[in-house]
């Protein structure tokens, strides 16, 4: 049977919980990201009037339209997208939000509004589509691109980057990750982990632009990005401590056995950031680093 026709207890299948087709370039890795929300939304069962998606403006902010076409929805304006989500989230506390930006709205017209919502821990899994320059205006630098990397005429780009990740957890975020549209078997467990976290999560995907940023001097290329993949952090890791700030109460701790039969301590996040509680898990990541498990 095909995969598109297995429907899940709600009796639904992946093709209810697509959008409308694509208007995106051919290739574009947005729409690698729109199936692997797709198949997250399919496999958690999200009922579509339970879920808003928020965006704001560029190619990233289309792929909400390319999901959960009967679900609640706001695309704002430039850069304000975190915004409208902190209202909606004041509005209303039950909804799944699910924002899908990009990097020229998250890390510079965005930037101020984006660090607001980390800080204040917005309830909201915010996934930021980067490819490192601004598609619908035809491929301008933006804010996320690396200082090595070249644009189509061989020029660098003077400035360091802004590292999203490091960011938000230095605004103290509980869940932060970054992935590759390409890699759907890693991204859909973080977006399936994002949605179920309680507070802000953000998943920075590293999203190739194949019209204008996809050329051999670009670090943001499908081909560079693909053969610098890394994991650093390992699936089931992520999954088992989503499953903790899910089950257990703020503070507690739980012992977790692994897929190698090793065994983690998991300390669950409090609400409000709590320094000692999130050194727990880099002791663990440490380990992992020791046994040439992580890079
Ligand atoms: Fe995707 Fe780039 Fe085309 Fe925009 S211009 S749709 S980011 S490939």
Redesign the pocket.
Known sequence: RHPRLATNSQGLTRRDYEGVIST??A????DSVTAAIVEACFELELPAHRVAKMSGIG?SSKTTNYFLNYSHGFNSVHGRMPSVATGANLANRELTYLGVSGDGDTASIGIGQFVHAVRRRVNMLYICEN?G?Y??TKGQFSATNDRASKNRKGLDTPFDSIDLCNMAIELGAGFVARSFSGDKAQLVPLIKAGIRYKGFALIDVISP????NNHTTSTKSYEYVRDHNHMIGRLDLVETSAEIEADYAPGTSADVTLHDGSQMRFTKLDESYDPTNRETILPALERYRQRGEVA
């Open positions: 995106l370039c290739g574009c890795g947005h190619c490819n320059t598609g619908l632009c194949v019209t204008f």
